[in-house]
């Protein structure tokens, strides 16, 4: 019985906070007349989401590294999930930009 428990313990405690780690999020407001840049780095991947103004003024966010995840954006034209590209081995999702509030969410 109490190998059960300290199992259920263990995996309670510890199982749970591994699997969130590599999340996060960021809601960007009012940030959009320079451009800007932030990175979410885990131990085998990254995150790189900002707003840009070199060709058209877009939302975008981006991964590289081991794995499948899960990214998307959320501005003023809707919610854009980021897709595989394959040639570069990254995900990533480039978005023109609307509203004053853009929400970047990510996980694995």
């Known amino acids: ?5 300290v199992f259920i313990f263990i995996f309670g405690i510890l199982v749970p906070s591994s699997v969130f780690a590599e999340s996060g ?40 590294g081991a794995g499948k995840r899960s990214l998307y954006l959320k501005n003023g034209n809707g919610t854009h999930y ?16 609307k509203g004053n509030t853009v929400f970047y969410s990510w996980r694995k």
Do not use: C
């Open 1 to 5: 019985m109490k190998k059960i428990l």
């Open 25 to 64: 999020w960021y809601e960007a407001k009012n940030r959009f007349t320079n451009d800007w840049v932030r990175y979410a780095n885990y131990s085998t991947w990254s995150v790189k989401y900002g707003y840009d103004t070199d060709w058209i003024n877009e939302d975008y966010i981006s991964s590289r």
């Open 82 to 97: 980021a897709t595989w590209q394959p040639l570069g081995l990254y995900y990533s999702a480039e978005v023109r930009h």
